[in-house]
C-alpha cells in the first residue's frame, strides 16, 4: 500500500517542528510504518460499573488488556473497534474507545469534585465524560459545541456514559464574555488541522492540508481561548489543546493569549505525568516566544499528535 503524497511545505515544517525520531515515524513510505498498525486504546468509566469488574468481566470474555502506566483507567487491546462496539459493556456506557492521547488534556486539568468546570468544544463528548468521572458527578459541568449534529452526539455519548452536565449548542468563542468568571477550570479543546492524525491513517486530515486552512483555524482558536479565559475565575486553570503540530495553532495562539492579558496569565508546568512528549517551541520564523511556552508539551509519535497547555489565571 503507497501512501498518500505529503505535501511538500507541510514536510518541510513538520522538519523544523518534531524531533527526528518522531519525524521518522510520519514521513511517507511505501508500507506501513509500527505506528500504522497502533492498538485501540479504551478508557473504564467508573459513572456506570466498577472498574475492576468491568477489567473483570472483559478479560472472562477472552480480551486481552494491557494497563497503561500513566492512566490507571485506560488500556490498550489488539480488538478492533468494531469487536469492542459489540461487547454488552459498551452499550452499557462501562468502557469507552478513546485515543490515548485525547485522555491527557483532561488528566492535565486535573478537575476535582464539587467544582465548576467549562467544557468549551465538547463533542463528541469523550474529554466532557472524562471529567464528569472525574468529577464523580458533582459540582457543576457546562459542556457547549457549535455544531448541531456534533451537539446531538455529545448529549449521546454523555447520556449512554451517565456523565452528568449542562449542554449548550452555542458558538464558543462569544460564550465566555457572557459568563464571565464563573469556572474554576475550564478546558478548551479547539477545532484544528489535525497534522497529529496524519500517521494515525487519517488520510482526510492529510489530502485536506493547506497552511491557508492553519491560518484560518488559527484565528477561531485565539477566539475561543480568549473565551475560555474570560469565563475562568482568578486562580482558576485552563487546559488548551489541539492534536495538531502547527505552531500557529498551538504556540501562536498563546503567545497571542500572553499579549492580550498580559501579567494576568501564566504558564505552568503539567504535574501529570506525559508520556513521548517534548517542550513546546520558544521560537517560530526567527520571533522569540514568551519563555513560559515552553512548560506546554508536544505529544509526539507513536501517539497520536497532540499539544496541551496549562495555563492559570492569576489572582
Known sequence: MTSLPFHPLLLERLREILPAESLALIEPRDAPSPS??????????????????????LRAMGLALTPVEWCELAFTTASTVREL?????????AFHIQSLSSMLPALALDAQPGESVLDLCAAPGGKTSQIAAMMKNTGRLVAIDSSRPRFYRLREVLRVLGAQA???CAHGERWGRGHPMQFDRVLVDVPCSGEGRIHVGDSAALADWSLAKVRRLASLQKSLLHSA?????PGGKLVYSTCTFAPEENELVLQRSLDRYKDRL???PITHPL???????????????????????????????FFVALIRKKS
Do not use: K, M, V, Y
Not at 459489540?86 to 452499557?92: F, G, R, T
Not at 479565559?229 to 475565575?233: F, K, P, T, V, W
Not at 519563555?291 to 508539551?297: E, K, L, Y
Open 36 to 57: 500504522q498498525t497502533s492498538t485501540i486504546s479504551l478508557r473504564l468509566n467508573p459513572l456506570r460499573a466498577p472498574t475492576w469488574a468491568t477489567l473483570d468481566q
Open 85 to 93: 462496539q459489540q461487547l454488552p459493556q459498551h452499550a452499557a456506557g
Open 166 to 168: 449542562e449542554t449548550l
Open 229 to 233: 479565559i474570560d469565563a475562568l475565575r
Open 266 to 268: 501564566e504558564i505552568i
Open 275 to 305: 508520556p513521548t512528549s517534548c517542550c513546546a517551541l520558544t521560537s517560530w520564523n526567527g520571533d522569540a516566544l514568551h519563555p513560559s511556552i515552553a512548560n506546554a508539551r508536544r505529544i509526539l509519535p507513536p501517539l497520536e499528535g
